[in-house]
């Protein structure tokens, strides 16, 4: 289903699906971004990692349950969705509350955190020189960057999951379909 060139999975397994690896990088920003810039014993902290976090575990949890349930596994990628919208709206507040700006999509800055997402060798290790010696604002909206990358690979995703599911089936239907064309001989 999924080739060499595909936007949604390197390879296979969940290690391999892109918006896995992205998503892995924007928890740990987040945890860097948080141990560096958000109180750590406020709410704030917990929230935004948790959702970090969570976007991170449901598309590994959703790639583990593809075998098994195309229903189960398109829930929890569309949870993971969530979380990273979460996340995003964290970063935005965090901006507008403390009056820093926000980079336009366009903006050279955002443009260049775009050009380092287009690295197949990308990990935290890719960003990492910037999330740890800029400040506050620099961090926010690298990361900022970061989730719109990882929610731009979970709409892909989203896309050819329901795709697939409406061509067909979920693994219970085909199930179902096997053993009906079984019993026909």
Same mark, same amino acid.
């Given at each position: 289903?999924?080739?060499?060139?595909?936007?949604?999975?390197?390879?296979?397994g969940y290690r391999e699906l892109k918006s896995f690896q992205m998503s892995e990088i924007v928890f740990d920003a987040?945890?860097?971004?948080?141990?560096?810039?958000?109180?750590?014993?406020? !709410?704030?902290?917990? /929230?935004?990692?948790?959702?970090?976090? &969570?976007?991170?575990?449901?598309?590994? @949890?959703?790639?583990? =349950?593809?075998?098994?349930?195309?229903?189960?596994?398109?829930?929890?990628?569309?949870?993971?969705?969530?979380?990273?919208?979460?996340?995003?709206?964290?970063?935005?507040?965090?901006?507008?509350?403390?009056?820093?700006?926000?980079?336009?999509?366009?903006?050279?800055?955002?443009?260049?955190? !775009?050009?380092?997402? /287009?690295?197949?060798?990308?990990?935290? &290790?890719?960003?990492?020189?910037?999330? @740890?010696?800029?400040? =506050?604002?620099?961090?926010?909206?690298?990361?900022?960057?970061?989730?719109?990358?990882?929610?731009?690979?979970?709409?892909?995703?989203?896309?050819?999951?329901e795709t697939g599911f409406l061509e067909e089936g979920g693994f219970t239907e085909r199930l179902y379909h096997s053993?009906?064309?079984?019993?026909?001989?």
């Amino acid at each position: 289903m999924h080739g060499k060139n595909d936007p949604i999975r390197a390879h296979g397994g969940y290690r391999e699906l892109k918006s896995f690896q992205m998503s892995e990088i924007v928890f740990d920003a987040t945890v860097k971004f948080c141990e560096r810039f958000v109180d750590r014993f406020s !709410r704030t902290t917990d /929230q935004m990692v948790q959702a970090a976090r &969570s976007g991170r575990q449901n598309i590994a @949890e959703g790639s583990q =349950a593809s075998g098994t349930s195309s229903k189960m596994e398109l829930k929890l990628v569309s949870v993971a969705r969530a979380s990273q919208e979460e996340l995003l709206l964290d970063y935005e507040d965090f901006l507008r509350q403390r009056e820093l700006k926000l980079w336009t999509k366009d903006s050279k800055e955002a443009l260049y955190v !775009r050009k380092l997402g /287009q690295r197949d060798d990308r990990s935290y &290790s890719t960003y990492k020189s910037y999330l @740890e010696t800029r400040g =506050a604002e620099t961090c926010a909206n690298i990361i900022i960057c970061l989730i719109h990358q990882t929610n731009y690979l979970l709409d892909q995703q989203l896309k050819a999951l329901e795709t697939g599911f409406l061509e067909e089936g979920g693994f219970t239907e085909r199930l179902y379909h096997s053993r009906k064309k079984n019993r026909q001989g």
